[in-house]
């Protein structure tokens, strides 16, 4: 084999080879056969922001991925368009704190933009249901609810998950809810009834009087007759939830404040007017018991209400009302 021969064969190997390069796998996404979903049933309440997070564990995979939820269909294999039509959802453009000083501000740093009402995070796979979803528009337990499926990719690959299941829950409007039974305070303290200075504990109503943006307190005794306010004589008004233009009644025994839905805004944000990501409102009074000791009482109250309106939460005393004289 002649000297050229050889200068020839090594010359087209070169160029087969550079020819191959963009070709060759090392040069595409790491495409993980271990990936997976760790949740595939969602079962979120209705009229809620419920998120889904860190349900995908992309394996070895090369990031980001890129996430599409597709084949939306009814339990029965039916086409439920319902899942991907777009609808106006409340969104923060700039984070909430918990310290704005007015309604405007808040509103500042929210959005409305169409979206669909169940959608998946591009980049992540993390699943919102966002709150303005509604037995109206969507399927709900007891029915059986949906199947859709995801298809993740790369230019390693693509993938599809198939029927996961979606189960959406009917609107609770607030919590603690309760169908049947009584709903009674988070804690209360030292509360004595005025006639037989034993425990007493009240009811909680939740009363919607209209579709405006506020909430209301109001206390009421056994005969139904609002207590006035000024008996809870160590409550702090201006600070009791996040809300504005506090206005009490002509006879002081409800007081009203401008709010903005839902309540509290961002439930896992901790900040003042929270407690475990529910609002929380507390009612205390001091009073002087026998020996001239200083006795504080109260009552205190943790709550979600996720349906805007003109919400009045009301405390019931059904037997006797507490004890706010000195001894």
């Known amino acids: 084999m002649n ?13 087969l080879l550079s020819g191959c390069k963009k070709n060759f796998p090392s040069d595409l996404d790491a495409f993980s056969l271990d990936m997976n979903f760790t949740q595939t049933e969602f079962k979120p309440i209705l009229g809620q922001t419920t998120q889904f997070q860190d349900i995908f564990n992309a394996g070895e995979s ?18 439920a368009p319902e899942l991907l039509k777009l609808f106006p959802v409340s969104i923060w453009k ?67 998950f198939k029927n996961m299941l979606l189960t959406p829950l009917k609107e609770q409007p607030y919590a603690p809810f309760v169908e049947s039974g009584i709903l009674r305070p988070t804690i209360t303290m030292n509360l004595l009834g005025d006639s037989t200075r034993t425990s007493v504990q009240p009811q909680i109503w939740f009363y919607k ?32 939830v996040h809300g504005f233009n506090k206005t009490f009644d002509k006879d002081s025994t409800s007081v009203r404040y401008d709010v903005a839905y839902p309540i509290p805004l961002v439930p896992t944000l901790a900040t003042e007017w929270t407690s475990g990501g529910r609002a929380s409102t507390s009612f205390t009074f001091t009073r002087i018991a026998f020996g001239g000791i200083r006795e504080f009482s109260g009552v ?13 939460i009301i405390f019931f005393f059904p037997d006797e009302a507490p004890l706010f004289d000195n001894d």
Not at 3 to 15: C, S
Not at 62 to 79: D, H, M, N, Q, Y
């Open 3 to 15: 000297r050229k021969y050889i200068q020839l064969m090594f010359l087209a190997a070169v160029l």
């Open 62 to 79: 090369t990031l980001p991925l890129s996430f599409r939820i597709s084949a939306v269909r009814t339990f029965e294999g039916k086409e």
């Open 94 to 160: 700039q984070p909430y704190t918990g310290t704005e000083k007015s309604l405007a501000e808040i509103q500042a740093k929210r959005d409305t933009l169409m979206r669909p009402l169940w959608e998946i995070a591009q980049h992540s796979g993390n699943l919102t249901m966002h709150g303005t979803s509604s037995s109206t528009v969507l399927k709900s337990y007891p029915d059986s609810g949906y199947y859709f499926d995801v298809e993740v990719s790369s230019n390693g690959g693509s993938r599809f």
């Open 209 to 240: 009087k209209g579709e405006g943006s506020s909430l209301s307190f109001k206390f009421l005794g056994p005969d139904l007759q609002p207590i006035k306010l000024s008996r809870f004589n160590n409550t702090d008004w201006d600070r009791l």
């Open 300 to 312: 205190r109250f943790d709550f979600n209400i996720y349906e805007k309106g003109d919400w009045e």
